[in-house]
T-cell receptor, first 115, second 114 residues
Framework: DTAVSQTPKYLVTQMGNDKSIKCEQNLGHDTMYWYKQDSKKFLKIMFSYNNKELIINETVPNRFSPKSPDKAHLNLHINSLELGDSAVYFC??????????????FGSGTRLTVV | AQSVTQLGSHVSVSEGALVLLRCNYSSSVPPYLFWYVQYPNQGLQLLLKYTSAATLVKGINGFEAEFKKSETSFHLTKPSAHMSDAAEYFCAVSEGEYGNKLVFGAGTILRVKS
């Protein structure tokens, strides 16, 4: 199936741990994003990569580090997890220069719970 | 910078009634506008999009939206609500066709009463 897939779907971890979330798309897109959806369901952009190059880096604690090994993959590593990091993290992809025409395709999300 | 305001965080309608979800946008260039739907514990799915062609846009599941430049609005409607429409709906804007991101509104939860 063509899609944006995220793993894991659920992640429960203790404060202070380090964890990673992975995202892969097989749509042939060249631009990928991480969004955070907080408890009030607000979607806030965190990062964007175009063809492995970081193009958007919003005001995000430097405990969050994205990595894009190739244009089909975008991972998110979080160090020293805090309670406030609990949220649903969505990966999305699109084609550069075509966002207005196509919007995004979203992954199904990773629900991170920090205890 | 672009922004989106969704009036009403919760909307409740009876099954069979008209659905109206409001979205107003701000953009310094002609906007490209989207509505997404999120069912519980799922990702966001594209409902419809405005891309500067027809101002009345039809989407999936019987939804449609009308772009009104004079009102800077892109309200989502459906003539007759179905129980399966209960979900959260997000309006989003791209700053022009070549914008580098979508900016989302805060979302509107639609409840459908039987």
């Amino acid at each position: 199936d063509t899609a944006v897939s995220q793993t894991p779907k659920y992640l429960v971890t203790q404060m202070g741990n380090d964890k990673s979330i992975k995202c892969e798309q097989n749509l042939g897109h060249d631009t990928m994003y991480w969004y955070k959806q907080d408890s009030k369901k607000f979607l806030k952009i965190m990062f964007s990569y175009n063809n492995k190059e970081l193009i958007i880096n919003e005001t995000v604690p430097n405990r969050f580090s994205p990595k894009s090994p190739d244009k089909a993959h975008l991972n998110l590593h979080i160090n020293s997890l805090e309670l406030g990091d609990s949220a649903v993290y969505f990966c999305a992809s699109t084609t550069a220069g075509r966002i207005g025409s196509y919007g995004y395709t979203f992954g199904s999300g990773t629900r991170l719970t920090v205890v | 910078a672009q922004s989106v305001t969704q009036l009403g965080s919760h909307v409740s309608v009876s099954e069979g009634a008209l659905v109206l979800l409001r979205c107003n946008y701000s953009s310094s260039v002609p906007p490209y506008l989207f509505w997404y739907v999120q069912y519980p514990n799922q990702g966001l799915q594209l409902l419809l999009k405005y891309t500067s062609a027809a101002t009345l846009v039809k989407g999936i599941n019987g939804f449609e939206a009308e772009f009104k430049k004079s009102e800077t609005s892109f309200h989502l409607t459906k003539p007759s609500a179905h129980m399966s429409d209960a979900a959260e709906y997000f309006c989003a804007v791209s700053e022009g066709e070549y914008g580098n991101k979508l900016v989302f509104g805060a979302g509107t939860i639609l409840r459908v009463k039987s």
